[in-house]
């Protein structure tokens, strides 16, 4: 086999993997995007229906202690409990977000495989280089493989 060949077959096999390492990407990108898509709509819907949910409410409560001397005290209560609800639901999607699985988990497992190949590869090909000199002035022992002439 030829240099030319043995590099023309490595950059095939280069290719090939970039190709795999992108269609896992691209695969994994669309789970995203559907995923995103979808959690956002529900968010927007639950929000919508909470936060009319929320305006009826003030709404009752203004109308049930209108008619008494507590009226400013029940609208002010209940804009305290949304502003708990409210940091009580901030803290728990930031503690959601944090807890996240990372996006691309597959795509950057199959990166890190194929770097720590790439690593043991060209250990091998610096272990397989020229023999070094020790301090006694002799060869180290080389773990390149000879041919057998048949």
Known sequence: MTIRGALGGA???LVSILRTRLEIFSLELAEEKSRVACLAGMALA?????FLALLVFSLFIAALFWDTAYRLLAIGLTAGVYAVAGLVL??????????DDVPFAVTIEELGRDAELFASVREVLDDTGAPDEDEGGEAAPSHRRTRRSS
Do not use: I, Q
């Open 11 to 13: 950059a095939g096999d």
């Open 46 to 50: 639950a929000a919508l229906c909470l």
């Open 90 to 99: 901030a803290w728990l999607l930031a503690r959601h977000l944090r807890a």
